[in-house]
């Protein structure tokens, strides 16, 4: 199993690109989220999805959207980027509660917008 | 507001000792606590939950205190592999979405040979 996939890796945006940051996972799980990490900050949640076609708002969701058309996948688009969303960016999924379940995270992808 | 508070050290200490350090939450209704490892630029990984009665893990034990409102983590026999940094984590259910869960910014730690 891959467990949970990020892609890319690492990448640099020019302020105003759009982009979109993939996440897969094949556990099966229910929910998955996505997480902002920047220097002295703790994971900070963007947003979360409890299955296929429901999303919600997390703490900080302000300049990115998501959707969740399967199980297997949540992408993350920032619609037009800025300096402040430099950091890194880690997608979680759990399965049946993510309170109360183990958090999986993927490898993260290191953003950084000039 | 959900607050996690951990000391960010970092916790300098010898191969073989042992180390404890704490977390301390304001929310009294939380419900879910862990300890999540993470390795330098690396994701977070779970390392254990903490139950009410406490637990243990190999040469790690938890312990939740909640009068006090805060977790402890403690590593004996210290090992140069388990230098890290070590987040708190908080739920504010016993199951549920993301949404309920609040990290710590983490406490770093270095094993020193």
């Known amino acids: 199993n891959a467990g949970v996939t990020q892609t890319p890796k690492f990448q640099v945006l020019k302020t105003g690109q759009s982009m979109t940051l993939q996440c897969a996972q094949d556990m099966n799980h229910e929910y998955m989220s996505w997480y902002r990490q920047d220097p002295g900050m703790g994971l900070r949640l963007i947003h979360y999805?409890?299955?296929?076609?429901?999303?919600d708002q997390g703490e900080v969701p302000n300049g990115y959207n998501v959707s969740r058309s399967t199980t297997e996948d949540f992408p993350l688009r920032l619609l037009s980027a800025a300096p402040s969303q430099t950091s890194v960016y880690f997608c979680?999924?759990?399965?049946?509660?993510?309170?109360?379940?183990?958090?999986?995270f993927g490898p993260g992808t290191r953003l950084t917008v000039t | 507001r959900k607050e996690v508070e951990q000391d960010p050290g970092p916790f300098n200490v010898p191969e073989g000792a042992t180390v404890a350090f704490n977390c301390t939450y304001s929310n009294s209704a939380s419900q879910s606590f862990f300890w999540y490892r993470q390795d330098c630029r690396k994701e977070p990984k779970l390392l254990m939950s903490?139950?009410?009665s406490g637990n243990e893990d190999g040469r790690f034990t938890a312990q939740l205190n909640r009068a006090s409102q805060y977790i402890s983590l403690l590593i004996r026999d210290s090992k140069l592999s388990d230098s890290a940094t070590y987040l708190c984590?908080?739920?504010?259910?016993?199951?549920?979405?993301?949404?309920?869960?609040?990290f710590g910014k983490g406490t770093h730690l270095i094993i020193q040979p």
């Open positions: 979680a999924s759990s399965s049946t509660g993510g309170a109360g379940y183990e958090q999986y």
């Open positions: 999805s409890v299955g296929a076609g429901i999303t």
């Open positions: 984590v908080v739920g504010l259910y016993s199951g549920g979405g993301a949404d309920g869960l609040t």
């Open positions: 903490v139950y009410s």
